[in-house]
């Protein structure tokens, strides 16, 4: 088995874990590679980008935390490999392990006991008004939400070209199962299990409370746009990572990706034992 490391170097502990993890493999008769980023850090010459890792590699596991794993989505593109989260310090919702059970991952990918959670992505295609087309993926969500001005803004929303709602607010979401643990949890939406085949349409701040999160199928076509030339421009972020200014007259359609992402968890780490210990869960 091949094993692809990707790491976030910004975080403290970073080498120590790249080592850990690389010895590790190493005892185990098991090869690793680095990509450019974590070879630079190491001060070695031999990384690989992201696309190649996924193409040479069996396993990645990627060092860090849920940030570091969004960063990894796009950095790998399509791809599917297992891909493992090793956080540098506690548990995520995105993790597989913390880096003090780095063993426990070797042992576990020798012996073949762990699982794959497939995980669906978000294809997002900003139409301009010029006819001209951009495509962004996102593992947890898309964001069309007011730029520089701090008034509320208004945008409309249709499912399957129907319309939704025409929304007062600071922004819409519109996220993923697993996305629903993260900014759409904070702006008020339900908390949705991995496996669910939906998406859910959060609104940011809406100025009428009865607008609430709407859970659709995740095969609908979502399209967002800005209703009023005078609050543009607006901003779409994909992951909280890529920001795009959105002009009046441009359109986002939101779909279903034509692959996901397959995240590897270990007997004894799931979904909902992440929901009890990040959201501090207690029985009565």
């Not at 190491?42 to 060092?63: K, Q, S």
């Not at 509320?152 to 819409?172: C, I, K, P, T």
Request: net charge negative; hydrophobic share 40%.
């Amino acid at each position: 088995m091949k094993v692809g490391i990707i790491a976030n170097t910004d975080k403290p502990g970073a080498r120590a874990t790249i080592d850990r993890l690389s010895n590790a493999l190493s005892a185990r008769g098991l090869s690793y590679y680095l990509d450019k980023e974590a070879s630079a850090f190491c001060g070695l010459a031999d990384g690989l980008d992201g696309p190649m890792l996924a193409a040479t590699c069996d396993v990645i596991a990627v060092l860090g935390g849920d940030g570091t794993m969004l960063n990894a989505v796009a950095k790998l593109g399509a791809t599917d490999k297992a891909i493992a989260g090793i956080n540098i310090g506690t548990l995520g919702f995105l993790t597989t392990c913390t880096d003090g059970e780095i063993d426990v991952f070797v042992e576990a990918l020798i012996s073949g006991e762990y699982k794959t959670s497939r995980r669906t992505l978000l294809t997002a295609t900003i139409i301009s008004a010029d006819g001209s087309k951009r495509d962004f993926h996102a593992l947890n969500e898309i964001v069309l939400a007011r730029g520089q001005t701090g008034r509320l803004v208004s945008l409309s929303a249709y499912v399957d070209g129907e319309l939704l709602n025409h929304y007062r607010a600071d922004g819409l979401i519109v996220a993923t199962p697993t996305g629903s643990t993260a900014y759409s949890l904070s702006a008020g939406g339900p908390l949705i299990s991995p496996a669910s085949g939906v998406f859910v349409i959060t609104p940011i701040c809406p100025h009428t409370l009865s607008q609430r999160s709407l859970v659709i199928w995740d095969d609908n076509l979502v399209e967002l746009s800005p209703e009023n030339a005078d609050e543009a421009p607006m901003l779409f972020t994909v992951d909280g990572r890529e920001v795009v200014t959105i002009d009046h007259g441009d359109r986002i359609q939101v779909r279903k990706a034509a692959h996901v992402l397959n995240l590897l968890r270990l007997p004894g780490h799931s979904f909902y034992a992440a929901l009890r210990q990040k959201l501090n869960w207690r029985g009565g």
